[in-house]
């Protein structure tokens, strides 16, 4: 099935680095989401993005929303440990409540 | 805590046999969406149950079929279990119409098919 192209797959980085992640798709999206999901548990919605072009802010991360509406980039700064786990980015194309597309994953390691 | 249980935590099958997955929504939530996540990728989305209808699948074989109740919990049946089925697979509840802000997953069932 199709899958958005995420990169990077992996990030290694040292606590109080910041951290950015992007996503691309050959096709439009509506909506760009932005995920993290903990071993053992379910992707948590981090941040959400409805309009080309936004900026969207959820306290140390930031996502835009590209202008071509094939891509999204996602920005944590100052890391920390518990921001490890595995980033997802996820597109979904129709009304609210369709499916979602989503990324292969970033799998971030913070190292104190 | 999003409210989304499933059960089990965790199954081994053997090839060849049938699973039921179970998921209970958010209270409120009338839309449900399953997703398979094979280790090492994002989640795949399988299909999403409306008001007890399938309203809309994913790129799998019918064999994968589910079901959705009056309370708007559900299952997922898959049947001649192979060994790629083996995943981590996901719900997904959302109130109708929903923006995906309001969509919540649950914590996955782990299924091993040997």
Same mark, same amino acid.
């Given at each position: 099935?199709?899958?958005?192209?995420?990169?990077?797959?992996?990030?290694?980085?040292?606590?109080?680095?910041?951290?950015?992640?992007n996503c691309?798709?050959?096709?439009?999206?509506?909506?760009?989401?932005?995920y993290?999901?903990?071993?053992?548990?379910?992707?948590?919605?981090?941040?959400?993005?409805?309009?080309?072009?936004?900026?969207?802010?959820?306290?140390?991360l930031?996502?835009?929303?590209?202008?071509?509406?094939?891509?999204?980039?996602?920005?944590?700064?100052a890391?920390?440990?518990?921001?490890?786990?595995?980033?997802?980015c996820?597109?979904?194309?129709?009304?609210?409540?369709?499916?979602?597309?989503?990324?292969?994953?970033?799998q971030?390691?913070?190292?104190? | 805590?999003?409210?989304? !249980?499933?059960s089990? !935590?965790?199954?081994?099958? !053997?090839?060849? /046999?049938?699973?039921?997955l179970r @998921?209970s929504s /958010?209270?409120?939530?009338?839309?449900?969406?399953?997703?398979? /996540?094979?280790?090492?990728?994002?989640?795949?989305?399988i299909?999403?149950?409306?008001?007890? &209808? &399938?309203?809309g699948?994913?790129?799998?074989?019918?064999?994968?079929?589910?079901?959705?109740f009056?309370?708007y919990?559900?299952?997922?049946?898959?049947?001649?279990?192979?060994?790629?089925?083996?995943?981590?697979?996901? @719900?997904?509840s959302?109130p109708?119409?929903?923006?995906?802000?309001? /969509?919540?997953?649950?914590?996955?069932?782990?299924? !091993?098919?040997?």
């Amino acid at each position: 099935g199709q899958q958005l192209n995420q990169s990077p797959q992996s990030m290694f980085i040292q606590e109080g680095e910041d951290v950015s992640m992007n996503c691309t798709s050959s096709s439009i999206f509506n909506t760009w989401l932005w995920y993290k999901q903990d071993p053992g548990e379910g992707p948590v919605l981090l941040i959400a993005l409805y309009k080309a072009g936004e900026l969207t802010s959820n306290g140390r991360l930031t996502a835009q929303f590209g202008i071509t509406r094939k891509d999204s980039f996602l920005n944590i700064s100052a890391s920390i440990p518990s921001d490890v786990g595995i980033y997802f980015c996820a597109g979904q194309k129709g009304a609210s409540g369709s499916r979602l597309t989503f990324g292969e994953g970033t799998q971030l390691t913070v190292n104190p | 805590e999003t409210g989304v !249980t499933q059960s089990p !935590t965790h199954l081994i099958k !053997t090839r060849g /046999q049938q699973v039921t997955l179970r @998921c209970s929504s /958010q209270s409120g939530h009338n839309t449900v969406s399953w997703y398979q /996540q094979a280790l090492g990728q994002g989640p795949q989305f399988i299909f999403q149950y409306y008001r007890e &209808e &399938e309203n809309g699948r994913g790129n799998f074989p019918p064999r994968f079929s589910g079901l959705q109740f009056p309370n708007y919990s559900s299952e997922l049946n898959v049947n001649a279990l192979e060994l790629d089925d083996s995943a981590l697979y996901l @719900c997904a509840s959302t109130p109708q119409q929903g923006a995906p802000d309001t /969509q919540y997953f649950g914590p996955g069932t782990r299924l !091993t098919v040997l």
